[in-house]
């Protein structure tokens, strides 16, 4: 069975600052990757997902992420963060057999200070 | 426009009563999902129906049923609730994606409080 850890529980940072929240996956096979962010109050909303190709993608709000297959990361980013990027960010993954059962991280909660 | 609507968004109730919480999707989508988030945030799959069929059936206790009357719908219907099942029950949709992938479409929750 797959898992995934998301090393950061909490990140507080100032507005501007540069955002990077890990993300490890554990499974033997090929998978689809996804970040999602739940901001307080909300249901999850899709940022971005990798499925083949570019292993760097863009999503939305000015996040990207990057696939690194032989360390089993898909790490988030962002160049310059906003108050409104407070929120919970869940990285999960789905192996490709199973396009399905998505498996969720624990997830990270990002306190943007103004 | 909602895409994935859940009802009611907040039920409070005793141990040991029984409930229902409704989910529907207007996406056109065949396959609907419970989650389960607990207090510590964690979420974790419990249910995915496919054109009304079961295709994913995680640990979970008995007196947890889904029903699919149809693709747009899910419900799940708890029994005999306990203080453990307090929580925040997402339902989701997607088209089925059996090895390529597809994105799933989450509604706003139903947060369960068992007194």
């Known amino acids: 069975a797959q898992s995934v850890s998301q090393h950061n529980h909490h990140v507080i940072l100032s507005e501007a600052a540069s955002l990077e929240l890990g993300c490890n996956y554990s499974?033997?096979?090929?998978?689809?990757l996804f970040w999602y962010v739940q901001y307080p109050g909300q249901h999850l909303q899709l940022l971005l997902k990798?499925?083949?190709?570019?292993?760097l993608v863009k999503g939305i709000k000015g996040f990207e992420a990057e696939f690194i297959k032989s360390k089993f990361s898909f790490n988030l980013r962002k160049p310059s963060v906003q108050w409104s990027d407070t929120a919970e960010y869940f990285c999960?993954?789905?192996?490709?057999?199973?396009?399905?059962?998505?498996?969720f991280g624990g997830g990270t909660r990002v306190l943007v200070k103004p | 426009d909602t895409a994935v609507s859940q009802t009611p968004k907040y039920l409070v109730t005793q141990m040991g009563n029984d409930k229902s919480i409704k989910c529907e999707q207007n996406l056109g989508h065949d396959t609907m999902y419970w989650y389960k988030q607990d207090s510590k945030k964690f979420l974790k799959i419990m249910f995915s129906y496919n054109n009304k069929e079961l295709i994913i059936n995680e640990t979970v206790p008995n007196r947890f049923s889904p029903k699919s009357p149809d693709k747009a719908h899910l419900n799940l219907h708890i029994n005999s609730l306990e203080l453990g099942d307090s929580a925040v029950y997402f339902c989701?949709?997607?088209?089925?994606?059996?090895?390529?992938?597809?994105?799933?479409?989450f509604g706003p929750g139903t947060r369960l409080t068992v007194l």
């Open positions: 999960a993954v789905t192996p490709k057999a199973a396009g399905n059962k998505l498996t």
């Open positions: 990798y499925f083949s190709g570019d292993p």
């Open positions: 499974y033997g096979g090929t998978v689809n």
């Open positions: 989701a949709s997607s088209r089925f994606s059996g090895s390529t992938g597809n994105e799933q479409f």
